[in-house]
């Protein structure tokens, strides 16, 4: 089952970039978040409004992903297809021009997106996030108030910070998945580098091979942690999600091979009322099934992956 889980998420990015939209669906979009270090922050990412949409949904990558990842692009053509405006957001940085570099925490991104004036003529908002997006969702909706926004879900989110960086770290089989994420990490840091001081060289930070150092490192100094210790430990959401503040989707695969349910499952001895929990025997780190079955019992909206969350969230 194990390999299963690497198969699952292998070979479902393979078939998405074969098949994900290639239109570029919507136009840039951009606005300021104001940083307590920096001041202003741009924040870019593609808006899509279809003709008289009133609802729509931000949608948040995962590590080392941005606006243009494939998943982002297949959500929202599943949203345009309900007759709902999406917003794939590039979390700051992840455009690759530069301006900053984010982490698993940092909400403020989320809140700036969301009462941007863009958004400002939908009567209801959406967040779906994945991977480290979604743990960043799980967050905002666990510690902000959003009065329009009217539910969130997280498919794949860690929410034991600390544990899932040590497996990555540790278990050979995650290697690749590190260096993957790595790298596009590394990227992001040369771009802010060569616009402006940085905690190290880029030199040093190129020699990185582990998350907990990454975290150590570049977030740690960046964002006023003592250390990746200080920074899994402050920003971790599952100690946070008994507060969760507006109906909440969780999906989570029993074999990721990046966010092992064994990291996850120890938070949700007490599910919350607010909390709709969805354990996938088959998949991987976002992959799953053409026909998986979420379990929700909400008709209408199609039966695809994406469908049926987006469904789910507009019947909150």
Same mark, same amino acid.
Request: hydrophobic residues 45%; contains cysteine.
């Given at each position: 089952?194990?390999?299963?889980?690497?198969?699952?998420?292998?070979?479902?990015?393979?078939?998405?970039?074969?098949?994900?939209? #290639?239109?570029?669906?919507?136009?840039?979009?951009?606005?300021?978040?104001?940083?307590?270090?920096?001041?202003?922050?741009?924040?870019?990412? @593609?808006?899509?409004?279809?003709?008289?949409?009133?609802?729509?949904?931000?949608?948040?990558?995962?590590?080392?992903?941005s606006a243009d990842s494939d998943y982002l692009r297949i959500a929202?053509?599943?949203?345009?297809? *309900?007759?709902?405006?999406?917003?794939?957001?590039?979390?700051?940085?992840?455009?690759?021009?530069?301006?900053?570099?984010?982490?698993?925490?940092?909400?403020?991104?989320?809140?700036?997106?969301?009462?941007?004036?863009?958004?400002?003529?939908?009567?209801?908002?959406?967040?779906?996030?994945?991977?480290?997006?979604?743990? @960043?969702?799980? #967050?905002?909706?666990?510690?902000?108030?959003? +009065?329009?926004?009217?539910?969130?879900?997280?498919?794949?989110?860690?929410?034991?910070?600390?544990? *899932?960086?040590?497996?990555?770290? #540790?278990?050979?089989?995650?290697?690749?998945?590190?260096?993957?994420?790595?790298?596009?990490?590394?990227?992001?840091?040369?771009?802010?580098?060569?616009?402006?001081?940085?905690?190290?060289?880029?030199?040093?930070?190129?020699k990185i091979r582990r998350m907990r150092d990454w975290d150590d490192?570049?977030?740690?100094?960046?964002?006023?942690?003592?250390?990746?210790?200080?920074?899994?430990?402050?920003?971790?959401?599952?100690?946070?999600?008994?507060?969760?503040?507006?109906?909440?989707?969780?999906?989570?695969?029993?074999?990721?091979?990046?966010?092992?349910?064994?990291?996850?499952? +120890?938070?949700?001895?007490?599910?919350?009322?607010?909390?709709?929990?969805?354990?996938?025997?088959?998949?991987?780190?976002?992959?799953?099934?053409?026909?998986?079955?979420?379990?929700?019992?909400?008709?209408?909206?199609? #039966?695809?992956?994406?469908?049926?969350?987006?469904?789910?969230?507009?019947?909150?």
């Open positions: 089952m194990a390999l299963r889980g690497h198969l699952w998420t292998l070979m479902p990015r393979l078939q998405r970039s074969l098949r994900s939209p #290639r239109v570029r669906l919507g136009e840039a979009w951009s606005c300021v978040v104001v940083d307590p270090v920096l001041g202003d922050v741009r924040l870019t990412g @593609v808006l899509h409004v279809p003709e008289g949409a009133r609802e729509a949904v931000v949608l948040v990558h995962g590590l080392g992903g929202a053509a599943a949203a345009a297809r *309900t007759g709902m405006a999406s917003l794939r957001l590039s979390l700051r940085g992840a455009d690759g021009l530069g301006e900053d570099y984010y982490h698993a925490g940092l909400i403020d991104d989320l809140t700036a997106a969301l009462r941007c004036s863009d958004l400002a003529r939908f009567e209801r908002l959406y967040l779906l996030g994945y991977s480290l997006g979604g743990h @960043v969702t799980l #967050r905002l909706a666990a510690t902000a108030d959003s +009065p329009r926004l009217a539910a969130v879900a997280a498919v794949c989110a860690p929410v034991d910070l600390r544990r *899932t960086s040590e497996i990555i770290d #540790r278990r050979l089989a995650a290697a690749p998945y590190r260096i993957y994420l790595l790298s596009a990490l590394k990227v992001i840091y040369a771009a802010v580098a060569a616009r402006r001081a940085v905690p190290h060289p880029v030199e040093l930070v190129q490192l570049v977030v740690a100094p960046r964002y006023g942690f003592d250390g990746a210790l200080d920074y899994y430990a402050r920003m971790s959401v599952g100690p946070l999600l008994g507060d969760l503040r507006v109906p909440t989707l969780m999906i989570s695969t029993l074999h990721d091979p990046m966010v092992p349910a064994e990291t996850v499952a +120890p938070w949700l001895g007490r599910v919350p009322e607010a909390l709709t929990v969805r354990w996938i025997d088959e998949g991987g780190h976002l992959g799953f099934p053409d026909d998986v079955d979420l379990g929700l019992a909400l008709a209408g909206g199609g #039966r695809s992956f994406e469908n049926q969350i987006l469904t789910w969230l507009r019947h909150k």
